[in-house]
């Protein structure tokens, strides 16, 4: 393969998609897995083991597949929210993710074995366990990686396709997209003595960032941004009344009739809207209420 379009390959965006839910039930299909493989194909040459203590022998090496998963899944994630964010998820990091993987998974082997008396621990054997892991691992993993990409990428298209539809279909339809909504809402702080007026028609989306919420309007082609000390859900309760202004991500507001077009990509889809340069995303949770919305 031609280096640039390696590199272009590995920076492609992938879908960060390790919920608890979805992280235990690979855990547990890895786990079993790796414990079939070793009982039919016996390459870590532990039968005189197997003879006297059965296959639990391979089910111990299942068992540290499924713990070490678990912690690389969702404990390191949660700790270290800000590594694992899926707007900046790539191919390459997926990679590198399941790489570091495979090597706690082959350290742990090899500690294995040395409890169970058949290997030293030493760099030799700690590399050899590594190839070994790695050796069993990389065929599913490399299946897994190139299948969901395309799933989730072939899905979003799709979905952006269905949502560009009925944006041209109302266009063609309403006599006025924008909502002729004079009225005023008042959103305000949690702690101090403050609020800010707005009207929900000129609302182009609200993003949360930390303990503060980023409201950006725009009217006749000029923006104009506000911060907020408030949280988005109270904020998404005072502007309840407005059918128009929907929850489309757990960190953004955004105005549905200011929806110029809709793209896709494998981590998800992504709002245009008019006379914003900023892309809002739209969490996969939310695709199917927007959806709805638009149609």
Known sequence: MNPGRLIKKLNKPYPYDYSVK???ITSLLFAVFITLFLAVFHP????YLTREYGQIIYAGYGLITFIVLIIMLVCIPKIAPSVFR???????SEIIHILSIFMVIGFFNAVYGYFLG?????IYTIIVFELFTLTIGIIPVTFIIITEQNRFLKKNLELAGVLNSSLSSKSETA??????DES????CSEVVKEKIELHPADLLYIKAVENYIEIVT???GAQNKKILRCTLKNAEKALGNYNYLVRCHRSFIVNTSRIENVTGNSQGIKLKLTGCEIPVPVSR???????AMLS
């Open 175 to 180: 006599d006025q997209i924008l909502p002729e």
């Open 22 to 24: 979805r992280s235990f």
């Open 118 to 122: 058949y290997s030293q621990l030493n």
């Open 285 to 291: 949770s939310n695709a199917s209420k927007l959806k």
């Open 218 to 220: 725009g009217s006749r």
């Open 86 to 92: 899926e707007s900046s998820w790539k191919v390459k």
């Open 184 to 187: 005023v809402v008042e959103l």
């Open 44 to 47: 870590f040459e532990v039968d």
